[in-house]
């Protein structure tokens, strides 16, 4: 069964700052991963996602991830954080395509904070 | 190109009462996911329409129930509702049915079950 942990629910950075959020999935089949962003009272929006092709994938507003299999890990970095930046974000895992191939299987969420 | 919306954006309701979300999907799109996020949690995968059937479902009761018209849009009914239902009820669609497609998420429907 796929599953997704994301280490830290609240990550605090400066304006500035690299932003490191961190993901680690496991999962029996080879894995879709997804990153979503969610800002207050609004639903989810698609950062980037990692389809099997490049490892490093860049996303919207300069943030990108790397997929390294050895360690089971998807960590979201962005070099320099915006006070725009804060947000949750969400790491996902595509459930078992096998059958249902629609479900996305969510970690808890990261929430960012960009301090002045 | 519309995205996905979604009807009401906020409910209030009691136990027991019965509820229905509704959801459009984006143009073109033939496949729509529902999710419920409660407060502080990921969203959870309550089932997912194709083509008007259900093609899988999360962990929840059958008192979760699902449509699918033929324009693709999309209900949620919850009968007999408890306060544990209370939480944001997120609808999705993608243009296939394919493990590496981008769902496309709608606000949400916040429903507050007293």
């Known amino acids: 069964a796929q599953s997704v942990t994301q280490l830290g629910s609240h990550v605090s950075v400066s304006e500035g700052a690299l932003v490191l959020l961190r993901c680690n999935y496991s999962s029996s089949v080879p894995p879709y991963l997804f990153w979503y962003v969610q800002y207050p009272n609004q639903g989810l929006q698609l950062l980037l996602k990692?389809?099997?092709?490049?490892?490093l994938v860049k996303g919207i507003n300069g943030f990108e991830a790397e997929f390294k299999k050895s360690e089971t890990s998807f960590h979201l970095t962005k070099p320099s954080a915006h006070m725009s930046d804060a947000a949750e974000f969400f790491c996902a895992v595509r459930g078992n395509y096998g059958g249902s191939q629609g479900n996305l299987i969510f970690g808890k969420g990261t929430k960012l904070s960009v301090k002045p | 190109e519309t995205g996905v919306t979604q009807s009401p954006t906020h409910l209030i309701k009691t136990r027991g009462q019965q509820v229905t979300l509704r959801c459009s999907s984006q143009?073109?799109?033939?496949?729509v996911s529902w999710y419920q996020q409660a407060l502080g949690q990921g969203p959870q995968f309550i089932f997912q329409?194709?083509?008007?059937?259900?093609?899988g479902r999360g962990n929840f009761p059958p008192r979760f129930s699902g449509l699918q018209f033929p324009n693709y849009s999309s209900e949620l009914n919850v009968n007999a509702l408890e306060l544990d239902d209370s939480a944001l009820y997120l609808c999705?669609?993608?243009?296939?049915?394919?493990?590496?497609?981008?769902?496309?998420f709608g606000p949400g429907t916040r429903l507050l079950v007293l």
């Open positions: 990692y389809t099997s092709a490049a490892t």
């Open positions: 329409y194709y083509r008007e059937e259900e093609n």
């Open positions: 143009s073109g799109h033939n496949t």
């Open positions: 999705a669609s993608s243009s296939q049915l394919a493990p590496q497609e981008t769902q496309y």
